[in-house]
């Protein structure tokens, strides 16, 4: 209803009001009207088809402006030309920038890694180039295959925390998970500890109440919503804030998939068994997550003071292998990096890439890397929800399942339960572990983290548990995919048209 989807259903309805409006005020004029609708909507559709917009999202907005050929055409425009969000791209671009160098790309490490691989040194080349994310050495990874293996090292984390803690999640939920947690904040709070806490505004919408931030003022902990929801007047609702950032000071980080709600931690049942990965960051790599968590927690605030949070002492873990790059992805610049990062891995694959998403909503770039992987032979699985959480997604996943398939990609579900892990294995010697879904929301309209592994003893642990989820799935085969029902199909179908959109 609040997203760009909703706006375009609202459009369509007064479209067709004003348009009955028109035939029975203007008879005498609806040539001159229909004459001049045509001619301008045919010169947007060639300025469209010359845009450097994706090429699925052009068919998508063809269609729109075919269904709209008025309002179509100025939303496409309201959309394109950034209308309500030019003071948040403004904001976010001039933060990257001016916080650019405040962590040094140390030539020695990058030095190492060319040595080693080139083909990972270019991609951390790029990663630098679209922000502030240098690659790491000497940096312990611990991984986690359930939320509530990470729940509990949490904890024990948050519990020793002697300066600052940092929290930037995309749900915050009252229940058992928070409430544990909100304790420990609160204690430390107390004892004068800087504790912050950020969470996205639609979680401010759905879940928490209006006046949550004074709430935990009283408590002595800072908190804020990031770009909280105004129905049909929030113009950047699709950019929404979907990272999930622990960072204590300055020496321990968590990321991955786990929001902090019950269900995360199979407190709660509401799929089945909820499955999702984290890992926890110890050494210099966590300086990139201090600063993505200060970059986003600045966005509304006069100034931005890093220097003191990134210049506390972190001990290095001289006996940790391999290399460690934490990165962000911002919706409002040109550059995919979670997108661009896992095609990258695709086409660099040589035996295996394993994948844990809960959704499948592809571009044709990401469909093609899919495919063109498996079919170079390279072992290409995919495992992905038994049970939705949303029957759309759902359904807009198993319209990619037979093109897959056909080409030699493997897909599996998840029989007890629900998917929420994000987890790329390439070749058994680099993963991607973090929030970034393969639909169009993560990949184009979030704000999204990740941590990439190169030569990482967590790397094993990431593919073992792969195998053990395996053993728990179903694959999916051509005669599944033609037993699936009608509705199931007929809704992806349906909505493949809209997916940019939603």
Not at 395 to 417: C, F, N, Q, R
Not at 430 to 441: H, P
Request: glycine share 8%.
């Amino acid at each position: 209803m609040f997203s760009r989807f909703g706006l375009i259903l609202l459009l369509l309805v007064v479209q067709v009001f004003i348009l009955f409006g028109i035939f029975r005020w203007f008879e005498e004029f609806l040539p001159h009207i229909l004459g001049g609708t045509t001619l301008f909507t045919f010169a947007i559709v060639v300025y469209l088809l010359n845009s450097r917009i994706d090429p699925t999202a052009k068919v998508t907005w063809l269609i729109v402006i075919m269904l709209l050929p008025v309002f179509g055409v100025l939303l496409f425009l309201y959309i394109q030309n950034n209308v309500g969000h030019r003071a948040l791209k403004k904001k976010m671009g001039d933060m990257i920038r001016d916080t650019k160098g405040c962590i040094p790309q140390s030539e020695e490490v990058m030095e190492h890694l060319s040595g080693e691989n080139e083909g990972v040194a270019s991609l951390a080349r790029y990663m630098q180039r679209s922000g502030c994310h240098p690659v790491y050495e000497k940096t312990d990874v611990a991984y986690f295959p359930l939320g509530e293996d990470m729940f509990q090292e949490m904890l024990r984390q948050l519990a020793q925390a002697r300066h600052f803690i940092f929290m930037e999640y995309f749900i915050v939920d009252e229940g058992l998970m928070w409430g544990q947690i909100l304790e420990i904040l609160a204690q430390k709070a107390a004892e004068g500890v800087e504790v912050r806490v950020m969470y996205d505004g639609a979680c401010e919408f759905a879940l928490l109440p209006h006046d949550y931030p004074k709430r935990l003022k009283v408590l002595g902990i800072k908190c804020k919503a990031f770009a909280p929801v105004t129905p049909f007047i929030s113009t950047h609702y699709n950019y929404r804030d979907h990272r999930k950032i622990l960072v204590i000071d300055g020496h321990t980080a968590f990321t991955g998939g786990i929001n902090l709600a019950d269900e995360y931690v199979n407190h709660k049942n509401k799929f089945g068994h909820w499955k999702d990965t984290a890992v926890m960051l110890k050494g210099e790599a966590v300086r990139s997550f201090t600063l993505m968590f200060l970059q986003m927690w600045g966005i509304d605030e006069k100034g931005l003071d890093c220097g003191q949070y990134l210049s506390f002492p972190v001990q290095p873990a001289e006996d940790a292998g391999g290399y460690v790059i934490p990165y962000g992805d911002c919706p409002l610049d040109d550059d995919r990096v979670g997108e661009r990062v896992y095609m990258d891995m695709l086409n660099r694959s040589v035996k295996c890439v394993h994948i844990m998403t809960p959704y499948l909503i592809l571009d044709g770039e990401m469909e093609t890397a899919l495919k063109f992987a498996a079919e170079r032979g390279v072992e290409v699985v995919l495992v992905l929800p038994g049970i939705p959480d949303k029957r759309i997604p759902y359904a807009l996943a198993k319209t990619h399942y037979a093109s897959l398939i056909e080409s030699g990609v493997k897909i599996y579900e998840y029989t007890p339960g629900f998917v929420h892990a994000k987890v790329f294995v390439s070749d058994a010697r680099e993963a991607v572990v973090g929030t970034i879904n393969l639909d169009y929301r993560s990949l184009y309209h979030h704000f999204e983290c990740a941590a990439y592994f190169y030569g990482t003893g967590c790397i094993a642990g990431i593919e073992a548990d792969f195998g053990s989820v395996l053993e728990k799935c179903r694959q999916v085969t051509m005669e599944t995919v033609r037993s699936e029902k009608c509705l199931v199909r007929l809704t992806g179908c349906l909505m493949k048209a809209a997916a940019p959109l939603m």
